[in-house]
């Protein structure tokens, strides 16, 4: 069993093919200790905090005057965790002596983040842009039903939201 | 001793204030290594911070809050296990560390003990934690403790050795065992002629300085050499059934050999407490300072070595002490032997 | 109910290792298996599901004759979860996010062959443009989940060190999968017909900086481990997988890439993604022990690096998503895709009936195969050998159990 690489290159650092007794054990000493001396990349949270980038799913915020509970986003969700309930309501005509119109009114829209996956299919399905993804990630709670977001707080979620950011070089697609 | 700063105390107030200071220094000695070495070096060279809120200041209530922490456990002790040797093993290790301190000499009158037999007794005493190890593994009624407990005395023993005849070189070179001796020889010599800085043993014994390092750095069971204790990979070794307060004197005992060798191995090799050119009063009172910086520089050469290197295996571990760090040792003794005669 | 059309993949051009199989080598799997409760001669260790050595809930059933395996069992399936039962179940959004969490580690190439299958069923090509990006995050996901081997392959051998400076590399290389699609670990940016967005401002020069953090840590793990002594004291010579005998077994990636066997599917299987555009290596080994499996992950984790900084030079510009219908339902067909994931060879065998979800996937993971060769590999190996090895072999327990 031969104990040299193959003859055709790290592909990286030039490496003498013969190298004296010990010398790992030397290059290991010199990495460890350029290491201790380079800084530590640690974030001290909670004391600092750092930015995550626009677009890391964190939380959903609900935009209500969008929505017209059709029932998309509860529908495609793998975990069911959207509860929808809403009802219909008669608005007068547009112009006199036309029909009467119903609109849909949102009675109850919650999230239950404890099963939310955070996959964003019901952003993504939703037809009206009434869902919006937000990175804020610290709403922690100390018991399990306080992370089911009612309507109010998905709709305070919309003060985090980000403004839609610009795309790369050669996108054909405008950013929503 | 019996004259403290020109005062007459008598024995007994000698012997409380040696025994106070020997028992403080180990658990101080501990904490102090494992806080800089353990909790901070290891960190900074695994690019991050370690502990930073114990304390206010960098986390330095760190060890102090877990030792607090391991005195409120509960004492679970194996069924089967046998009760008195089970307790007795964690003090025998530390026993033997505490041993070791009554030789090393701080300053030219600091030292609890001036035995002229100060490097035999020093390693002797040092193989007592064997004793504990092995204790600790059959009276734990398991298996793997016993096994691992085995091995873990295997390469205690085969390590001696070398430790040993790593320091043979510094006695024949110095002349004497005793060792207040072998530090004003040091600090006494010459190099070529020059004496401006004494002569340290490490220059001309380097080969038994990393000798003694790597078989201390055995004797303590770190990597590379921490088979026996990272068997928790599999179980813990030796040490898997001790809790609490028992399994907090293993973790003194280790850090405070590590403290005990890091003294011997700068008194033999560095010059222990001692600076060309001082010498009486001021040696003491500087004595313990100086012995401290040196003694966290090979401290720090241990414990570099344990946070980079891989572990070997046991059967790699015992060919390298008997095939390879033993011959050289016999050589280097050879060597210092010709230059001692014919120089 | 069977198909006229089935669009299966073929491997014209491709060159199958040609092997002589010995059948008595499977003997050692009729050997292998233990009762424990009725064994009492030698010493049985069971290296339980919760282990700190076995990446996950694998389960090692050992038989010891002092320091000597004898035989060893892994039994598995603490992990399963159903995948293929769910995704009978679900719409074909939903499944692409489920499959991100089969192989956790590199989640966004879980994704590829799926969706791959999906779109060749559908007729339906992706633009190149999305083509090149679903090729870059294949990339970043294989150094990703490399960089974390490269670690804690250490951290087995015993080094502590090296598994920090893994993690902390890959936070690099997770925080620009997260700049694209929004999440670190489960990307699930994948769609049927080509991807969720396109990148954002400042993504392409972020991820050469990136690219060049990756070849200064694979530089220090070169430093730090593969040149130590130690650690090829410990490596050499231990586990050594025969060509002949892995490729019987099923093992694939670059386990057996370091016996010796020069395949890979990116360049030896069917085209997909870009692989047919980029100029890359395809590393091996001849020894076939750990340290040549450790030796080919570094210098595939190097070479990635150069391939995603070809192919972030050579994004053509255009849309990311192919014409297709909102509601995606696939037409009657099987189909079978597979790829070169980080772990190994994966694959879906896609069966559709029409509908908005499959009718029946069939997941072949690579590390199901990986560590089948177990019981044979682990015979008269000493117990720190066996940590040794199953780092080498780097499978994840949600690729093995699915």
């Not at chain 1, 969700?77 to 309501?89: A, L, N, R, S």
């Not at chain 1, 998905?154 to 980000?162: A, F, K, Q, R, T």
């Not at chain 2, 006695?171 to 207040?180: H, K, P, R, S």
């Not at chain 3, 879980?110 to 999906?118: K, L, Q, R, S």
Request: charged residues 20%; aromatic residues 10%; glycine residues 10%.
């Amino acid at each position: 069993m031969t104990a040299v690489d193959p003859s055709a290159g790290d592909g990286g650092k030039k490496k003498s093919a013969r190298r004296l007794p010990g010398q790992g054990l030397v290059e290991g000493l010199g990495v460890t200790l350029r290491t201790m001396f380079e800084g530590a990349v640690t974030v001290q949270y909670p004391h600092e905090k750092e930015e995550p980038p626009t677009r890391a799913r964190g939380v959903i915020a609900l935009k209500e005057e969008n929505c017209t509970v059709c029932m998309l986003c509860a529908r495609s969700c793998p975990d069911w965790c959207i509860y929808i309930e809403g009802h219909k309501e008669a608005r007068p005509p547009r112009r006199a002596g036309g029909r009467e119109r119903s609109v849909s009114v949102l009675d109850r829209f919650d999230i239950d983040f404890a099963l939310c996956m955070y996959c964003g299919i019901c952003v993504e399905v939703c037809p009206f842009d009434a869902l919006f993804w937000s990175p804020e990630f610290e709403y922690s709670e100390g018991s399990i039903a306080k992370l089911l977001h009612d309507k109010r707080k998905l709709g305070d979620w919309m003060e985090v939201v980000p403004e839609s950011e610009p795309l790369e070089v050669g996108a054909e697609i405008k950013a929503k | 001793m019996t004259h403290l700063l020109a005062v007459d105390i008598g024995w007994g107030w000698t012997l409380a204030i040696k025994t106070v200071v020997v028992l403080g220094l180990i658990p101080l000695g501990a904490l102090i290594l494992g806080y800089t070495f353990l909790l901070k070096m290891m960190s900074h060279m695994q690019s991050r911070l370690g502990p930073m809120d114990p304390g206010g200041f960098h986390g330095w209530f760190q060890l102090v809050g877990d030792g607090m922490k391991f005195l409120q456990k509960e004492d679970i002790m194996p069924e089967q296990a046998d009760r008195r040797v089970f307790a007795l093993a964690p003090a025998v290790v530390v026993i033997s560390t505490f041993l070791i301190f009554v030789v090393v000499p701080t300053g030219p009158r600091l030292v609890v003990k001036d035995l002229d037999v100060g490097v035999f007794y020093a390693l002797a005493v040092s193989s007592l934690s064997i004793i504990g190890v092995l204790m600790a593994g059959w009276a734990s009624a398991n298996k793997f403790a016993l096994l691992g407990a085995l091995r873990a005395a295997a390469q205690l023993i085969a390590y001696e050795l070398p430790l040993l005849l790593a320091v043979v070189g510094v006695v024949v070179q110095a002349g004497t065992m005793n060792l207040n001796g072998i530090v004003t020889a040091q600090q006494g010599g010459a190099i070529f002629g020059w004496d401006g800085l004494g002569n340290p043993y490490i220059l001309t014994q380097f080969v038994g300085f990393a000798l003694f390092l790597v078989a201390a750095q055995a004797e303590l069971t770190q990597t590379p050499f921490d088979m026996p204790v990272a068997e928790s990979e599999l179980v813990s070794g030796y040490m898997v059934e001790y809790t609490g307060f028992r399994f907090l004197f293993f973790f003194i005992g280790e850090f405070g050999t590590a403290f005990a060798f890091a003294a011997l191995a700068a008194t033999l090799f560095l010059g222990g407490w001692a600076l060309p050119g001082v010498h009486g009063g001021t040696a003491d009172l500087l004595g313990p300072l100086v012995l401290f910086v040196k003694l966290m520089a090979v401290a720090f050469l241990i414990f570099w070595v344990r946070f980079t290197y891989p572990r070997l295996r046991e059967d790699q571990l015992q060919a390298m002490a008997w095939k390879y760090l033993i011959p050289i040792a016999l050589a280097n003794i050879l060597v210092t032997g010709l230059f001692k005669v014919w120089l | 109910m069977s198909t006229t059309d089935r669009p299966v993949a073929t491997r014209p051009s491709a060159v199958v290792p040609e092997i002589e199989v010995d059948p008595g080598a499977f003997r050692h799997l009729a050997d292998a298996q233990m009762n424990v409760e009725l064994d009492t001669g030698d010493m049985v260790l069971n290296l339980g599901p919760q282990h700190p050595a076995t990446h996950g809930t694998l389960r090692l059933v050992v038989r010891l004759d002092g320091e000597r395996v004898l035989a060893a069992d892994p039994v598995i399936g603490y992990m399963h979860r159903g995948y293929e039962k769910l995704t009978e179940y679900r719409p074909y959004p939903q499944i692409i996010t489920l499959i991100n969490r089969i192989d956790w580690l590199s989640s966004f190439a879980n994704e590829v062959p799926f969706v791959h299958a999906a779109e060749r069923l559908m007729g339906i090509e992706a633009p190149p443009r999305a083509v090149y990006i679903r090729t870059i995050l294949t990339e970043l996901s294989r150094i990703a989940t490399f960089l974390l081997f490269l670690g804690e392959m250490g951290l087995q051998v015993g080094a502590m060190t090296p598994a920090f400076f893994g993690f902390r590399d890959r936070e690099h290389v997770l925080n620009v999968i997260e700049g694209a699609t929004g999440g670190r670990f489960h990307p699930n940016f994948n769609r049927v017909g080509g991807l969720k967005d396109d990148l954002p401002w400042g993504w392409i020069a972020e991820c050469r900086r990136t690219m060049d953090i990756v070849f200064k840590s694979c530089d220090d793990f070169e430093d730090l481990l593969m040149g130590n002594e130690i650690f090829e004291a410990r490596t050499r010579s231990i586990g050594i997988i025969p060509a002949d005998v892995g490729t019987s077994y099923g093992v694939s990636g670059s386990n057996i890439r370091a016996s010796g066997v020069d395949w890979d599917l990116r360049r030896d299987g069917d085209p997909y993604l870009a692989y047919r555009d980029v100029d890359f290596k395809v590393w091996t080994h001849p020894d076939g022990d750990s340290y040549a499996r450790y030796w080919v992950r570094l210098q595939e984790t190097r070479e990635s690096a150069r391939m995603v900084l070809q192919l972030l030079d050579a994004i053509p510009a255009g849309p990311i998503m192919a014409k297709v219908p909102r509601v995606i339902k696939v037409p009657e067909g099987e189909c079978w895709v597979e790829t070169e994931n980080p772990l190994g060879q994966m694959g879906y065998y896609l069966v559709s009936k029409g509908s908005t979800g499959p009718f029946r996937t069939k997941i072949r993971s690579a590390s199901f195969s990986n560590v089948s060769i177990l019981p044979w590999l682990l015979q008269g190996v000493y117990i720190p050998d066996i940590i040794t090895i199953l780092a080498s072999l780097y499978f994840i327990l949600g690729d093995i159990d699915r």
